[in-house]
């Protein structure tokens, strides 16, 4: 039976308009950004937000410009598009007259808003791609658009601003403009010729919009140019070299015009990529992987319930011929896109730094894969009659909870934290500004606050976003950096400690060393500086800067034991606790965020919300064991003999129902056991042998009311 069998049966779905299908995908991945509020990776914000933030709000704005970026290694095209959305969200700010805290808001969402509409073109690409396999309105194609949309990893990664996100929609798009037909047959006219080079030029575009973007997307046209090349015409094989070469340099003259506008320098990140990564294997310091990471962790964790379907898809594509000639097309599309997924993982295996989202782009296509095994596995259970088919109901239900529990569970709970006390920091922010505005008074017009709050994160680095959430430019924030050592020989990289490193390696001594007043001089109320402020010490190195105390010091949970130790003659205190795991691979990042700080009402106002807390929780708890005693008291068997209590006009009191059960109750093995033991021993021992059985039983039962 043909993998792409159901494509000659009568549709089982009805035509459908493809504006339907995307809308429907727009509207869904605006509720999946909306509902995602947790961390991934540091790079959705510090590899494209903050430089857009640079870019489109100048260079006094407080953003984190990372080593990559002082040192052309990324290619400016992701930020330029988050910088425009930016320029267009302020824009419509100031024209409607937003409060800072909605515009926040508004500049919070709008890059969100754009990558989950990106989204949503990947998820319709690919459905379209499914269809030139499997057929218009067939199981096939259907299965593929369901698949993709209740993958948890796209649920999860998808609508963030990661650049592997973006890759991987512009990569389905030009995979589904590829001229396949041009690797299987030559009989085409020349005006479907025509059609298939305008698609063609449309995706030499796309994928030299993705290689610049991640320079190991070329990968994937390598292999895919590699199976045209050898089984197309000579003619064929001409055009495809001369479209090449000059769409290719068009694409990569407007990137190198793009990078001179936003380094104000001639520059190729690309070939500064790799000379890092590859030459200098500086990705490395950032954590080293097994050789088989993509096929045993990798794999697993993109497709999770997906896995058996998608090695099913796989390996029946690469072992499976066209039965007939219509299927030719389709089964060179399958070979193809299982070859490069098959391909891909293994080069990237010879690189000892590894990620799951470097192989993110592979996603779409291992869903197309998996659509044919999925189809035939569950549509007979859903399909036709028989408690045979119990089982697959059941694993095909499972698989929908387990991905729907993942999905919710990554994007609200997991490393939920480090995001939400972005939140309380610009609350507090404002809540200063209102004062500042209030010490003005009311009959004077409001005076713009050049001061706001300080904040230092004792974290590892980029645990948090930073300007794209704290967005006001007087937030005064600082943290702990991870540079890479950069320029320095094999001995010296052996030995090499970055800022956060040496915190965690001894937190007293770094403290002391990098803090203004160290450890001896601490603020005793919160400031009202104007704009970033630093000590300078001098040493056998040279001058050094020394970070202020601020006012808010937030750490994760894991820190706090020796906070307490370092600062207890301090006035920090705590005044929140943010929820942000419930386990973490990392030591470090273990334990709920904890913000501390060195306002006095602040810290009272935190005890009360505590302790209210407390209270409340103590109070239910002791209403839920109030509530489990009744309910057993219900459950008892009546006492037998409880018409002849001596009560006069009314029913006893519940004090003398519950005395009354306790002492008619028969006594549990373990009481006599214990009164046996009791009367068994000389009287000098506490025993009393001369007691009779009526007289033991009296005591017992005055003992137990």
Known sequence: MSLTSSKRVAPVFSPINETHVILFLVAFRLLN???????????????????AWFTAFGQDQGTWITWEWKNHLRSSLHPLLFAAIYKVGDFVASILQLSPATRA????????????????????????????????????????????????????????????????????????????????????NGRSDHALLLSFRK????????????????????????????????????????????????VLAMSALADRYFYKVWTFPPLSFLQFNIVQSLAVFYGRND??????????????????????????????????ATDELQTSIRVQLATVCLLMPFALSFISHKEVRFIYPLLPSLHILAAAPLVRFFWPAFFSYGAHFTPRRLIFLFIVLAHLAVALYTTTRHASGVIEVMTYL???????????????????EPKPSTSGITA???????????????????????????????????????????????????????????????????????????????YTSYSGRGPKKLNEWPDYLIFFAQLEPTLKDL????????????????????WRRRGDVVVWCVNGAEQDKWRVQTQKKRLAKASADSAKRVARILEAMKSEPPVSDCRNWPWSSSSPSLSEAILSKFARRQPSTWEKAVSWVSSSL????????????????????????
């Open 33 to 51: 950004s909306v509902v995602v509020r947790t961390f991934f990776q540091p790079d959705e914000f510090f590899q494209s937000l903050e430089p």
């Open 105 to 188: 808001n508004l500049l919070i969402q709008a890059p969100k808003t754009a990558q989950a509409i990106v989204a949503a073109v990947g998820d319709f690409y690919t459905w379209k791609l499914a269809t030139q396999i499997y057929g218009e309105d067939s199981r096939g194609s259907w299965a593929t658009l369901v698949a993709t949309t209740l993958s948890p990893w796209q649920w999860f990664c998808s609508t963030r601003t990661l650049s592997n996100c973006l890759e991987t929609t512009i990569t389905i798009v030009a995979l589904e403009l590829w001229p396949w037909k041009w690797s299987v047959t030559s009989a085409d």
């Open 203 to 250: 995706c030499l575009v796309l994928a030299a919009f993705a290689c610049i973007l991640r320079p190991t997307n070329i990968l994937i046209w390598l292999t895919l140019a590699s199976f045209t090349l050898y089984q197309t015409t000579w003619g064929r094989r001409k055009i495809f070299v001369r479209e090449v070469l000059m769409l290719g340099s068009t």
């Open 291 to 324: 050789w088989h990471y993509y096929a045993t962790q990798g794999y697993p964790l993109l497709l999770l319930g997906y896995l058996p379907f998608a090695i099913c898809g796989l390996y029946l594509t690469l072992t499976t011929r066209a039965s007939t």
């Open 426 to 444: 610009r609350q507090q922010h404002d809540l200063h500004a209102a004062s500042t505005k209030t010490f003005y008074g009311v009959n004077y």
């Open 456 to 534: 230092g994160f004792l974290m590892p680095c980029h645990s948090t976003p930073w300007r794209s959430h704290l967005i006001y430019p007087t937030i005064d924030a600082w943290a702990l950096s991870c540079e890479p050592p950069i320029n320095l020989n094999e001995t010296q990289r052996a030995v090499y400690r970055d800022n956060a490193d040496q915190f965690y390696d001894d937190p007293k001594h770094y403290l002391q060393d990098n803090m203004a007043g160290g450890l001896r001089y601490f603020p005793t109320r919160p400031s009202a500086n104007t704009g970033p402020q630093f």
């Open 567 to 586: 600062l207890r003659s301090s006035s920090y205190s705590e005044c929140q606790r943010i929820m942000n795991s419930d386990a973490h691979d990392d």
């Open 682 to 705: 000389p009287r000098s021992l506490g025993g009393k042998p001369g007691t009779s059985k009526k007289k033991r039983q009296l005591s017992e039962r005055e003992l137990w009311s």
